[in-house]
């Protein structure tokens, strides 16, 4: 069953946040999100581990009901019509959820045929191009690198063509080169349309790939626009008559102080 989005969802900014709020029993981790994703951009959202990023990808994800608030992803709201928000979104984990067993190809084209795609094979062999993984795509992914696992993941994630993905720490555990193959293949996502939300802990990885980022802190979105405006945030530091600009890092840590523990409790 598809569901069609009214004119006024077309419209609407692709991820839309207000109020959001999630308990654990004691433990308040969302205390009032808000943010806006704009339709085609990346939106990186930062934090400290445990602050709760992944919490709010899996409530937009419809996989986590929140406590209050609102969100709505391509214009469906998360609550009352997730069978909207499920069609229009692809959510890519940690761990990559490719066979080992199987090729990249066969892994695209498995999952091309469950979603009832007419022509998994050259769905696939787009795919394998578009991510540079034409040579490999015979090969048993047993046998790729991490970064090449990666990229066969965020390939299989967008099987079908959502318009918006989520992007949990795509680059967790990869080496520099693998990590910058990650962001072009990103970067090349939100190039032809696709609204990307990641979550990560490299401040450099947001710095590269995003056009606006947001730092979760404390339950809350305490800093959120371009790299250019929150570096505003801070003044330059000036080193013997050499201007140095403040890096994401500075801000970062301005923002969130060196001791913290990303912990939420009061
Ligand atoms: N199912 C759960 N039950 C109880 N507590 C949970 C549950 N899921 C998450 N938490 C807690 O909620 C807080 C936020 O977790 P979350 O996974 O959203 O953080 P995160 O920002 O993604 O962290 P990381 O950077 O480590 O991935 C953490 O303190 C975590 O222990
Ligand atoms: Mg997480």
């Known amino acids: 069953m598809s569901v069609r989005p009214t004119t006024d969802q077309l419209h609407a900014p692709a991820i839309h946040v207000r109020g959001l709020e999630k308990s654990y029993k004691e433990l308040r981790v969302l205390r009032g999100v808000d943010f806006e994703v704009a339709r085609g951009s990346i939106f990186a959202l930062l934090g400290s581990n445990g602050a709760g ?7 937009l994800a419809t996989l986590l009901r929140a406590d209050t608030g609102t969100a709505r992803v391509n214009g469906f709201d998360v609550a009352t019509q997730a069978a909207g928000v499920r069609e229009s979104i692809s959510l890519t984990g940690q761990f990559a959820a490719v066979d080992e067993i ?35 795509g015979a090969r048993r992914v047993a046998t790729y690198s991490g970064g090449m696992r990666r990229r066969l993941d965020i390939a299989m994630s967008l099987i079908g063509k959502p318009p918006v993905i989520f992007l949990d720490e795509p680059t967790a555990g990869l080496d520099p080169e693998a990590r ?18 990641l979550t990560t802990q490299y401040l450099d990885e947001a710095e590269q790939l995003a056009d606006r980022i947001a730092i979760l802190h404390q339950g809350r979105i305490v800093v959120d626009g ?17 201007e140095k600009q403040p890096t994401l890092e500075d801000v970062f840590f301005a923002v969130v102080g060196d001791a913290s523990t990303g912990a939420n409790r009061e």
């Open 53 to 59: 990023k992944t919490t709010v990808v899996r409530i």
């Open 180 to 197: 910058v193959e990650v962001w072009q293949a990103v970067k090349g996502l939100a190039e032809g349309g696709t609204t990307v939300l």
């Open 102 to 136: 199987l090729t990249g190809r066969e892994n695209l084209v498995l999952v091309a045929r469950l979603r009832h795609l007419d022509d998994p094979g050259t769905v696939a062999d787009d795919l394998l191009r578009r991510f540079s993984l034409t040579e490999a």
């Open 226 to 242: 371009t790299l250019a405006e929150l570096k505003e945030l801070l003044p330059p530091a000036k080193v013997e008559y050499v």
